[in-house]
């Protein structure tokens, strides 16, 4: 998959090679690979790329709609599908899974600072809440269809979650105020980074069943 960037517009590309070995008397040598080059298009604007190509060929990303707005799509079988908004603003996803559900944010309006956390599935754009505070982040889902992310706290701390079949656990940090999630398998385990208690480090982890493992200093 590559993008092709022109002024004021980036297209993305699917590539199929289509190359084949060719047999000589001499050492075996690959013919030329021939691509195909597939323009997804746009959302009315003048900008698209992707984040995400499924096993099923769906790819997600986002695109400027003619107003100049930024929304999340997906795209199948040349057909490019927006996602559709929470509460007026920009979105933005972030990750796709087998299923062709996405996830990502939402931002409040035109000119919102904070962002929900959303899920799309079968054409239903989902808010999934926060951990008592203003805003969330959701960065990867698996194929079980849960969701991590980060989210702000009632106390003004982030926090890294699990979003699974409506409910959102906190995932707690590893001794200081800040924790993210940006990544989960089809077992449920989490991986991300997090604050120890010195304020100092920031290390990475690994979230299974309630623990947090921490992998040591990341940055």
């Known amino acids: 998959m590559t993008i092709n960037r022109t002024p004021r517009r980036w297209i993305l590309t699917l590539a199929i090679c289509l190359g084949l070995a060719v047999t000589t008397a001499g050492p075996a040598q690959a013919a030329p690979a021939r691509v195909r080059i597939i323009d997804l298009g746009t959302l009315g604007g003048t900008f698209s790329d992707s984040i995400a190509i499924n096993d099923r060929g769906q790819v997600a990303g986002r695109s400027t709609t003619a107003s100049g707005q930024f929304r999340s799509f997906i795209w199948q079988r040349g057909k490019m599908t927006d996602l559709g908004t929470l509460a007026g603003g920009d979105v933005f996803a972030t990750a ?118 921490d992998f040591g200093q990341s940055n």
């Open 96 to 213: 796709m899974n087998n299923r062709g559900e996405v996830v990502g944010s939402a931002f409040n309006g035109p000119n919102g600072q904070h962002s929900q956390a959303f899920l799309w599935r079968r054409g239903v754009l989902r808010n999934l809440g926060t951990l008592g505070g203003d805003s969330a982040t959701a960065m990867d889902i698996n194929d079980r269809g849960q969701v991590v992310g980060e989210s702000r706290t009632s106390d003004g701390s982030t926090h890294g979650f699990l979003w699974d079949n409506g409910v959102m656990t906190d995932l707690g940090t590893l001794g200081g105020p800040f924790s993210s999630a940006a990544v989960v398998n089809d077992r449920g385990q989490v991986a991300g980074s997090s604050d120890t208690a010195t304020g100092r480090h920031r290390h990475g982890f690994v979230w299974e069943r309630g623990r947090m493992t």
